[in-house]
């Protein structure tokens, strides 16, 4: 039987420096509820919303990890008592609300999905975030059926990457702004049907001539006046689904009645604060209808770097500069 740590290591926010580094300290291991395992962290997925938490503007929900981090891969260690105990010592990957940099930690057993196939541990902790977000966004929110089209912003990014490769896996057609012309042939290497460098003009314009009937979905983490401009490119009864705000949380004049011309929805959506229940719906319908997908190597997170742990103020740095396409992964040594 494994022994269960009452200590680990874990990222540490330095709250009392001015740009509040980064360091590895020494914190209580988490404890365990009936429906939750224990996983030793093997690797763990660098994301945007890690950055700002870093810089106080994305705190973990109510009664979760203030520690960073929001998915994991490892090995489970230990069970609660409401736990199935053939999950004990197998390798899984899955989504946390917090806690992630961290050499343990705790997950809820409906949000286990356990590694085989084409994965290892770095691509695992790669895949849980990304692949769901875009899921989410895409199917469970967004509709998007066989046949249908989408635009996603941000395309080159982990979101990004794969709903170009679950659009497609999905029989659709698929577009992407990107902020770089090595970006938009990565992109195209994934199977983007349209990719726009938006720094060369007007995206919107390009996109409504190649689409004239436009987009059913819009995924955009961007905001700002990238809305207004998602509306010129939006189908009728199409969704624009908002993930993020990385352009600024406020919105430009904007004409209602373009969207009451098309009927379209306006929809904020996050995943990290959903409750439990909400989580395993979502990652079930994921299951059934691509985890197959992502376990034989069809669907694949793109990852741009893999570092050890102590580099994590690199990785952080790495991510704000938009010069890399998916994914960072972190390792955790013994």
Same mark, same amino acid.
């Given at each position: 039987?494994?022994?269960? @740590?009452? &200590?680990?290591?874990?990222? !540490?926010?330095?709250?009392?420096?001015?740009?509040?580094?980064?360091?590895?300290?020494?914190? $209580?291991?988490?404890?365990?509820?009936?429906?939750? #395992?224990?996983?030793?962290?093997?690797?763990?997925?660098?994301?945007?919303?890690? =950055?700002? &938490?870093?810089?106080?503007?994305? @705190?973990?929900?109510?009664?979760?990890?203030?520690?960073?981090?929001?998915? !994991?891969?490892?090995?489970?260690?230990?069970?609660?008592?409401?736990?199935?105990?053939? %999950?004990?010592?197998?390798?899984?990957?899955?989504?946390?609300?917090?806690?992630?940099?961290?050499?343990?930690?705790?997950? *809820?057993?409906?949000?286990?999905?356990?590694?085989?196939?084409?994965?290892?541990?770095?691509?695992?902790?790669?895949?849980?975030?990304?692949?769901?977000?875009?899921?989410?966004?895409?199917?469970?929110?967004?509709?998007?059926?066989?046949?249908?089209?989408?635009?996603?912003?941000?395309? +080159?990014? /982990?979101?990004?990457?794969?709903?170009?490769?679950?659009?497609?896996? $999905?029989?659709?057609?698929?577009?992407?702004? #990107?902020?770089?012309?090595?970006?938009?042939? +990565?992109?195209?290497?994934? /199977?983007?049907?349209?990719?726009?460098?938006?720094? *060369?003009?007007? %995206?919107?314009?390009?996109?409504?001539?190649?689409?004239?009937?436009?987009?059913? !979905?819009?995924?955009?983490?961007?905001?700002?006046?990238?809305?207004?401009?998602?509306?010129?490119?939006?189908?009728?009864?199409?969704?624009?689904?908002?993930?993020?705000?990385? /352009?600024?949380?406020?919105?430009?004049?904007?004409?209602?009645?373009?969207?009451?011309?098309?009927?379209?929805?306006?929809?904020?959506?996050?995943?990290?604060?959903? *409750?439990?229940?909400?989580?395993?719906?979502? =990652?079930?319908?994921?299951?059934?209808?691509?985890?197959?997908?992502?376990?034989?190597?069809?669907?694949?997170?793109?990852? +741009?770097?893999?570092?050890?742990?102590?580099?994590?103020?690199?990785?952080?740095?790495?991510?704000?500069?938009?010069?890399?396409?998916?994914?960072?992964?972190?390792?955790?040594?013994?």
């Amino acid at each position: 039987m494994t022994a269960i @740590p009452s &200590q680990m290591r874990a990222v !540490v926010v330095r709250d009392d420096t001015a740009d509040k580094s980064l360091e590895i300290g020494h914190v $209580a291991a988490p404890t365990i509820a009936d429906d939750e #395992v224990l996983v030793k962290v093997r690797a763990f997925g660098v994301n945007r919303a890690d =950055l700002a &938490q870093r810089a106080g503007h994305y @705190p973990a929900p109510a009664g979760e990890s203030s520690i960073l981090g929001l998915e !994991v891969a490892g090995d489970v260690i230990a069970v609660g008592a409401g736990v199935d105990p053939l %999950w004990l010592h197998r390798a899984v990957f899955g989504l946390v609300p917090g806690g992630g940099y961290a050499e343990y930690a705790r997950l *809820h057993v409906s949000h286990l999905m356990p590694m085989s196939g084409a994965l290892t541990y770095e691509s695992a902790a790669a895949s849980a975030e990304v692949f769901l977000t875009a899921y989410q966004a895409l199917f469970h929110i967004g509709g998007l059926v066989q046949g249908g089209a989408a635009l996603v912003h941000a395309g +080159a990014s /982990g979101v990004g990457t794969a709903a170009i490769q679950l659009a497609k896996a $999905a029989g659709c057609n698929i577009a992407v702004t #990107v902020g770089s012309d090595d970006k938009v042939q +990565a992109c195209q290497a994934l /199977g983007a049907d349209i990719a726009v460098n938006y720094k *060369h003009g007007d %995206w919107a314009g390009v996109l409504a001539a190649a689409q004239p009937t436009g987009f059913s !979905v819009i995924v955009d983490p961007v905001a700002a006046d990238y809305i207004g401009k998602d509306l010129q490119v939006l189908a009728l009864d199409g969704r624009i689904v908002v993930l993020a705000m990385m /352009g600024g949380r406020k919105v430009p004049e904007l004409d209602l009645a373009v969207m009451f011309k098309k009927r379209g929805q306006l929809i904020c959506s996050t995943l990290r604060n959903r *409750h439990n229940a909400y989580k395993a719906e979502l =990652l079930a319908g994921f299951e059934q209808r691509f985890g197959s997908m992502l376990r034989d190597g069809t669907l694949q997170a793109q990852i +741009a770097s893999v570092l050890p742990w102590q580099q994590i103020e690199q990785a952080h740095q790495l991510l704000a500069s938009n010069a890399i396409v998916g994914k960072i992964v972190m390792t955790i040594n013994d």
